[in-house]
């Protein structure tokens, strides 16, 4: 199955994530790690996008519907992937739908998860001490919900009418979150 993981930055997407790939068998794709890689191997496109990311503004849809395609055709990952990150926007998730179509496969569920921006503040402003990442400051984590907010609700909307969004309580803890989660993939997967 394949799966998108939705939320703002520090939804604890990542976090998630990285529980159904382990319990799922699953391989994970996250846009934000391959912009990440770019920047610190200092590539053409690290240099490119270094300031956008750092921003907090989103790259744009062209970047980061090329790097997702290489997964995507690669039969490893067939029907085993968690769109980590990605799509943030309505052409993502319309690129997303068609590239799939190209590699016979498609979307099982959507999970949102669901948070404040109080508490994704708070776990930002925890996550610059342990990962130091750049973008995660106060300025920038504000910047990146409200983008967040604007650009996904047209995404949450689609997802809604094609009846796969599932929405996950992201204040609970994380191993509440796993076992909500778990529970909605156990459930798409007795019907698959
Ligand atoms: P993340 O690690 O998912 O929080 O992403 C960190 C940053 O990478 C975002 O603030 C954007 O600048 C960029 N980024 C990651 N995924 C995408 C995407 N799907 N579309 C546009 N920008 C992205």
């Known amino acids: 199955m394949n799966i998108v993981i939705f939320g703002p930055p520090g939804a604890g997407k990542g976090t ?6 382990k319990k799922f ?7 934000g790690d391959l912009l990440r890689s770019e920047i610190k191997n200092k590539t053409q496109l690290g240099f490119e996008i270094i300031s956008i990311m750092n921003s907090g503004e989103l ?8 790097l997702i395609e290489k997964f995507v055709s690669n039969e490893l990952y067939t029907n085993k ?26 979307i ?21 001490f342990q990962e130091k990442r750049s973008d995660d400051n106060e300025e920038t984590a504000i910047k990146r919900f409200k983008n967040y907010e604007k650009s996904s609700e047209p995404v949450i909307d689609y997802y ?12 609970a803890g994380i191993s509440e979150i796993n076992s909500e989660i778990s529970g909605l993939i156990n459930a ?3 019907w698959l």
């Open 16 to 21: 998630q994530s990285k529980f159904i790939v």
């Open 25 to 31: 068998n699953l391989y994970q794709l996250s846009t």
């Open 59 to 66: 790259v744009s849809d062209k970047i980061v519907n090329n």
């Open 81 to 106: 992937i968690i769109f980590d990150g990605y799509p943030r926007t309505l052409v993502q998730a319309k690129n997303l739908d068609d590239l799939l179509k190209k590699y016979k496969q498609k």
């Open 108 to 128: 099982d569920i959507v999970l949102k998860l669901s948070v404040s921006l109080k508490t994704v503040m708070k776990r930002i402003l925890e996550r610059q």
């Open 160 to 171: 809604k009418k094609s009846n796969l969004l599932k929405v996950v309580n992201g204040e």
């Open 188 to 190: 798409i997967k007795g």
